[in-house]
Nanobody, 126 residues
C-alpha cells in the first residue's frame, strides 16, 4: 500500500524559506510522477510542482516558478520528495499535499493523481 507522509510545514515570515519533505513508501516509483499541490482556505486544490522520477524532469506552476524547487532522493531504500520554497509570500499560505501517479506524461490536474498524503500546513505572515 502506497503511503505518502509530508513534513516540514510551519509558520514563516514573508521572504523566508521552508523545505517540505514527503516520505514515500509501499512500492517502487520508477515510471511515476511525484508532485506537490496546495489548497488555501475556500479555494480548490492547485498544482504547484512535479517531477518525473526516472528522468528528474520538472515543471512548475507559473506562480512559483523561480522560487520553488522540487527534487527527489532515493537512498538507502528511502524515497523522499522535497519542495524547497524560497521567497515565500502571504499568498503561498495553504495546506501542501504530496501526490503520486503512475506514468510520466505532464499532469497538472489533481484528478490525474492516484496517491495522496495528508498534507502539511504552511503559513506565511506578512
Amino acid at each position: 500500500q502506497v503511503q505518502l507522509v509530508e513534513s516540514g510545514g510551519g509558520l514563516v515570515q514573508a521572504g523566508g524559506s521552508l523545505r517540505l519533505s514527503c516520505a514515500a513508501s509501499g512500492r517502487t516509483f520508477s515510471g511515476h510522477t511525484m508532485a506537490w499541490f496546495r489548497q488555501a482556505p475556500g479555494k480548490e486544490r492547485e498544482f504547484v510542482a512535479a517531477i518525473r522520477w526516472s528522468s528528474a524532469y520538472t515543471y512548475y506552476a507559473d506562480s512559483v516558478k523561480g522560487r520553488f524547487t522540487i527534487s527527489t532522493d532515493n537512498a538507502k531504500n528511502t524515497v523522499t520528495v522535497y519542495l524547497q520554497m524560497n521567497g515565500l509570500k502571504s499568498e503561498d499560505t495553504a495546506v501542501y499535499y504530496c501526490a503520486a501517479r503512475a506514468g510520466t506524461g505532464v499532469a497538472r490536474n489533481r484528478f490525474d493523481y492516484t496517491y495522496w498524503g495528508q498534507g502539511t500546513q504552511v503559513t506565511v505572515s506578512s
